[in-house]
């Protein structure tokens, strides 16, 4: 599938501000790239077709998720706006005709993040955060940084997410603690 294709297809089934939003964040993924020395074409790819299953009603995707025999680890089965990282991993294969195991990665860990994350899950996770239609004080500030240290801005990103999870007593994915405490870790031994 060319790259207009996916454009036509992924405009199709996302309402017209998450595909703004999909485009804003494969603009600040694909200046990242450049910037961190990883595949911009990648970094294109993966940011525009992370939330190609997010406009999916909650109650399809858990059957979309079903039929295709996807086991879900407990805190994500309890968490449906973790579903559509898990299940666009899968439509990007099928339906987008992706191959490439780094860009079904970053879909796949957009919204929790993980351990031992590679440079193009990151940049993409960031991006997710700091994209240009997002609105949030230091929206600005967290991207500049993620220019200079990638590590400490996908920090403000994803205690934010922590924090939001935490705020509304829902399960905060060990996947995300794991991330967050990596970083942590590596620069208090720094
Ligand atoms: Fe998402
Ligand atoms: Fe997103």
Redesign the pocket.
């Known amino acids: 599938m060319t790259k207009a294709e996916m454009d036509e297809k992924l405009r199709s089934v996302l309402t017209e501000q998450r595909y703004r939003?999909s485009i804003g964040?494969m603009e600040t993924a694909m200046r990242l790239a450049e910037a961190w020395g990883v595949s911009v074409e990648k970094a294109e790819i993966a940011g525009l077709l992370?939330?190609c299953a997010k406009d999916i009603p909650h109650e399809v995707q858990e059957q979309m998720l079903r039929n295709r025999d996807v086991p879900l680890d407990k805190p994500t089965a309890a968490s449906p706006q973790l579903w559509h990282a898990v299940l666009g991993a899968e439509l990007i294969q099928e339906e987008y005709g992706v191959t490439d195991p780094e860009i079904i990665n970053a879909v796949r860990y957009h919204t929790t993040g993980r351990a031992e994350m590679s440079l193009l899950e990151k940049i993409i996770y960031v991006s997710?955060c700091v994209e240009p239609n997002r609105t949030y004080d230091d929206r600005e500030e967290r991207l500049e940084l993620a220019f200079t240290d990638l590590d400490k801005s996908f920090l403000g990103c994803i205690n934010w997410s922590i924090k939001s999870v935490i705020s509304r007593d829902r399960p905060a994915h060990p996947d995300s603690l794991a991330a967050r405490n990596e970083i942590i870790l590596k620069e208090s031994l720094a």
Request: hydrophobic share 20%; no cysteine.
């Open positions: 939003h964040v992370h939330d997710d």
